[in-house]
T-cell receptor
Framework: DAGVIQSPRHEVTEMGQEVTLRCKPI?????LFWYRQTMMRGLELLIY????????DSGMPEDRFSAKMPNASFSTLKIQPSEPRDSAVYFC????????????FGDGTRLSIL | AQKVTQAQTEISVVEKEDVTLDCVYE???????LFWYKQPPSGELVFLIR??????QNEISGRYSWNFQKSTSSFNFTITASQVVDSAVYFC??????????????FGQGTTLQVKP
Protein backbone atom coordinates (compact mmCIF):
# COMPACT_ATOMS: atom_id res chain seq x y z
CA ASP A 1 0.00 0.00 0.00
CA ALA A 2 1.19 3.49 -0.74
CA GLY A 3 2.20 5.61 2.21
CA VAL A 4 1.70 9.32 2.67
CA ILE A 5 2.95 11.13 -0.40
CA GLN A 6 4.33 14.64 -0.22
CA SER A 7 5.50 16.93 -2.97
CA PRO A 8 7.82 18.50 -3.71
CA ARG A 9 10.64 16.82 -1.77
CA HIS A 10 12.72 19.97 -1.94
CA GLU A 11 11.77 23.55 -2.61
CA VAL A 12 14.08 26.52 -2.86
CA THR A 13 12.54 29.90 -3.48
CA GLU A 14 13.11 33.54 -2.83
CA MET A 15 11.66 35.53 -0.02
CA GLY A 16 8.24 36.91 -0.83
CA GLN A 17 7.24 34.12 -3.16
CA GLU A 18 4.22 31.90 -2.61
CA VAL A 19 4.98 28.34 -1.62
CA THR A 20 2.54 25.44 -1.89
CA LEU A 21 3.23 22.08 -0.30
CA ARG A 22 1.10 19.09 -1.20
CA CYS A 23 0.08 15.93 0.58
CA LYS A 24 -1.81 12.79 -0.31
CA PRO A 25 -2.76 10.81 2.81
CA ILE A 26 -3.08 7.06 3.06
CA UNK A 27 -6.37 5.93 1.60
CA UNK A 28 -8.98 5.41 4.31
CA UNK A 29 -7.28 7.61 6.89
CA UNK A 30 -9.60 10.26 8.27
CA UNK A 31 -7.05 12.42 10.10
CA LEU A 32 -4.42 14.53 8.41
CA PHE A 33 -1.71 16.49 10.19
CA TRP A 34 0.83 19.09 9.07
CA TYR A 35 4.05 19.42 11.09
CA ARG A 36 7.11 21.62 10.83
CA GLN A 37 10.54 20.50 11.99
CA THR A 38 13.36 22.90 12.82
CA MET A 39 16.51 22.53 14.84
CA MET A 40 15.40 25.17 17.30
CA ARG A 41 11.81 24.07 17.90
CA GLY A 42 11.80 20.40 16.98
CA LEU A 43 8.57 18.92 15.61
CA GLU A 44 5.61 21.27 15.83
CA LEU A 45 2.04 20.53 14.88
CA LEU A 46 0.71 23.26 12.63
CA ILE A 47 -2.82 22.11 11.85
CA TYR A 48 -4.87 18.97 11.58
CA UNK A 49 -8.00 17.89 9.78
CA UNK A 50 -10.64 15.29 10.52
CA UNK A 51 -12.78 14.17 7.60
CA UNK A 52 -11.44 17.11 5.57
CA UNK A 53 -12.49 19.67 8.19
CA UNK A 54 -9.81 21.75 9.97
CA UNK A 55 -10.07 21.01 13.68
CA UNK A 56 -7.17 22.81 15.29
CA ASP A 57 -5.02 25.41 13.58
CA SER A 58 -3.57 26.90 16.75
CA GLY A 59 -0.09 25.87 15.69
CA MET A 60 -0.14 27.87 12.47
CA PRO A 61 2.50 30.53 13.09
CA GLU A 62 0.85 33.48 11.33
CA ASP A 63 -1.69 34.53 8.78
CA ARG A 64 0.83 33.93 6.05
CA PHE A 65 0.19 30.22 6.52
CA SER A 66 -2.97 28.54 5.31
CA ALA A 67 -4.02 24.93 4.78
CA LYS A 68 -6.82 23.30 2.91
CA MET A 69 -8.18 19.83 2.41
CA PRO A 70 -10.63 19.91 -0.49
CA ASN A 71 -11.15 16.15 -0.43
CA ALA A 72 -10.10 13.03 1.43
CA SER A 73 -7.10 12.42 -0.77
CA PHE A 74 -5.45 15.81 -0.98
CA SER A 75 -4.26 18.63 1.23
CA THR A 76 -2.16 21.75 0.70
CA LEU A 77 -0.15 23.97 2.98
CA LYS A 78 0.47 27.41 1.56
CA ILE A 79 2.83 30.16 2.68
CA GLN A 80 2.29 33.58 1.20
CA PRO A 81 4.49 35.58 1.31
CA SER A 82 7.35 33.34 2.35
CA GLU A 83 10.16 34.50 4.65
CA PRO A 84 13.60 33.03 5.40
CA ARG A 85 12.46 31.98 8.87
CA ASP A 86 9.94 29.63 7.24
CA SER A 87 12.83 27.44 6.13
CA ALA A 88 12.25 24.02 7.65
CA VAL A 89 11.18 20.48 6.86
CA TYR A 90 7.41 20.19 6.58
CA PHE A 91 5.82 16.82 7.23
CA CYS A 92 2.37 15.58 6.46
CA UNK A 93 0.98 12.63 8.42
CA UNK A 94 -2.25 10.70 8.41
CA UNK A 95 -3.97 8.32 10.78
CA UNK A 96 -7.21 6.52 11.29
CA UNK A 97 -9.52 6.64 14.32
CA UNK A 98 -7.63 9.31 16.18
CA UNK A 99 -5.32 9.03 19.12
CA UNK A 100 -5.14 5.30 19.60
CA UNK A 101 -3.56 4.77 16.22
CA UNK A 102 -0.11 5.79 15.03
CA UNK A 103 0.40 8.61 12.61
CA UNK A 104 2.14 7.67 9.40
CA PHE A 105 4.41 10.33 8.00
CA GLY A 106 5.38 11.32 4.50
CA ASP A 107 9.00 11.85 3.54
CA GLY A 108 8.72 15.57 4.15
CA THR A 109 9.37 18.69 2.08
CA ARG A 110 12.63 20.47 2.74
CA LEU A 111 11.88 24.15 2.23
CA SER A 112 14.56 26.79 1.86
CA ILE A 113 13.60 30.45 1.58
CA LEU A 114 16.46 32.63 0.38
CA ALA B 1 -0.49 19.83 30.28
CA GLN B 2 1.20 17.02 28.41
CA LYS B 3 4.94 16.95 28.02
CA VAL B 4 7.59 14.53 26.78
CA THR B 5 11.21 14.78 27.89
CA GLN B 6 14.11 13.03 26.24
CA ALA B 7 17.00 14.14 28.39
CA GLN B 8 19.67 12.52 26.24
CA THR B 9 20.42 14.82 23.35
CA GLU B 10 23.11 12.66 21.78
CA ILE B 11 24.41 9.17 22.44
CA SER B 12 27.41 7.58 20.81
CA VAL B 13 28.14 3.85 21.07
CA VAL B 14 30.29 1.32 19.33
CA GLU B 15 28.63 -1.34 17.23
CA LYS B 16 27.32 -4.34 19.20
CA GLU B 17 26.90 -2.35 22.38
CA ASP B 18 23.46 -2.18 23.99
CA VAL B 19 21.95 1.28 24.32
CA THR B 20 18.89 2.63 26.13
CA LEU B 21 17.06 5.77 25.11
CA ASP B 22 15.12 7.42 27.90
CA CYS B 23 11.67 8.96 27.66
CA VAL B 24 9.75 10.57 30.51
CA TYR B 25 6.26 11.91 30.01
CA GLU B 26 3.75 14.01 31.89
CA UNK B 27 0.00 13.75 31.63
CA UNK B 28 -2.99 14.12 33.90
CA UNK B 29 -5.08 11.63 31.99
CA UNK B 30 -5.50 7.97 32.80
CA UNK B 31 -5.90 6.96 29.17
CA UNK B 32 -3.11 7.89 26.85
CA UNK B 33 -0.85 6.44 24.18
CA LEU B 34 2.90 6.50 23.79
CA PHE B 35 4.87 6.11 20.58
CA TRP B 36 8.42 5.84 19.36
CA TYR B 37 9.51 7.06 15.94
CA LYS B 38 12.84 6.75 14.16
CA GLN B 39 14.23 9.43 11.84
CA PRO B 40 17.21 8.07 9.88
CA PRO B 41 19.64 10.39 8.08
CA SER B 42 17.44 10.24 4.98
CA GLY B 43 14.90 12.28 6.94
CA GLU B 44 11.65 10.33 6.97
CA LEU B 45 9.84 9.53 10.21
CA VAL B 46 9.24 5.85 10.76
CA PHE B 47 6.74 4.53 13.29
CA LEU B 48 8.24 1.92 15.62
CA ILE B 49 5.78 1.14 18.39
CA ARG B 50 2.59 2.20 20.15
CA UNK B 51 1.73 1.50 23.77
CA UNK B 52 -1.48 2.32 25.60
CA UNK B 53 -1.58 3.33 29.23
CA UNK B 54 -3.36 0.16 30.33
CA UNK B 55 -0.76 -2.22 29.00
CA UNK B 56 2.45 -2.20 31.00
CA GLN B 57 3.86 -5.34 29.50
CA ASN B 58 7.28 -4.87 28.05
CA GLU B 59 7.60 -5.54 24.37
CA ILE B 60 10.38 -7.03 22.34
CA SER B 61 10.78 -6.90 18.60
CA GLY B 62 14.02 -8.40 17.42
CA ARG B 63 16.85 -6.27 18.79
CA TYR B 64 14.39 -3.62 19.99
CA SER B 65 12.66 -3.66 23.36
CA TRP B 66 10.52 -1.19 25.24
CA ASN B 67 10.08 -0.79 28.98
CA PHE B 68 6.90 1.03 30.03
CA GLN B 69 6.64 1.97 33.72
CA LYS B 70 3.67 4.04 34.79
CA SER B 71 5.07 4.44 38.30
CA THR B 72 7.94 6.51 36.94
CA SER B 73 6.12 7.83 33.85
CA SER B 74 8.79 6.40 31.63
CA PHE B 75 8.78 4.59 28.30
CA ASN B 76 12.36 3.64 27.57
CA PHE B 77 13.68 2.08 24.40
CA THR B 78 16.59 -0.37 24.31
CA ILE B 79 18.52 -1.50 21.27
CA THR B 80 20.48 -4.68 21.86
CA ALA B 81 23.67 -5.33 19.90
CA SER B 82 23.45 -2.00 18.10
CA GLN B 83 24.33 -1.73 14.42
CA VAL B 84 25.47 1.16 12.28
CA VAL B 85 22.06 1.17 10.58
CA ASP B 86 20.51 2.07 13.93
CA SER B 87 22.11 5.51 13.70
CA ALA B 88 19.21 7.94 13.66
CA VAL B 89 17.24 10.43 15.70
CA TYR B 90 14.67 8.72 17.88
CA PHE B 91 11.54 10.50 19.05
CA CYS B 92 9.22 9.57 21.86
CA UNK B 93 5.68 10.95 21.60
CA UNK B 94 2.51 11.14 23.68
CA UNK B 95 -0.99 11.33 22.32
CA UNK B 96 -3.06 14.31 23.33
CA UNK B 97 -5.67 13.14 25.81
CA UNK B 98 -7.97 16.09 25.39
CA UNK B 99 -11.70 15.89 25.24
CA UNK B 100 -11.72 14.93 21.61
CA UNK B 101 -10.30 11.80 20.11
CA UNK B 102 -7.77 13.65 18.04
CA UNK B 103 -4.54 11.74 17.90
CA UNK B 104 -2.61 14.96 18.37
CA UNK B 105 0.98 14.00 19.21
CA UNK B 106 3.33 15.75 21.60
CA PHE B 107 6.91 14.93 20.65
CA GLY B 108 10.03 14.94 22.74
CA GLN B 109 13.06 16.78 21.43
CA GLY B 110 14.62 13.57 20.16
CA THR B 111 17.80 11.64 20.91
CA THR B 112 20.47 11.39 18.25
CA LEU B 113 22.06 7.96 18.31
CA GLN B 114 25.35 7.41 16.58
CA VAL B 115 26.59 3.86 16.26
CA LYS B 116 30.22 3.67 15.25
CA PRO B 117 31.68 0.63 13.48
Amino acid sequence: DAGVIQSPRHEVTEMGQEVTLRCKPISGHDYLFWYRQTMMRGLELLIYFNNNVPIDDSGMPEDRFSAKMPNASFSTLKIQPSEPRDSAVYFCASSVQGRSQPQHFGDGTRLSIL
Amino acid sequence: AQKVTQAQTEISVVEKEDVTLDCVYETRDTTYYLFWYKQPPSGELVFLIRRNSFDEQNEISGRYSWNFQKSTSSFNFTITASQVVDSAVYFCALSDAGSSNTGKLIFGQGTTLQVKP
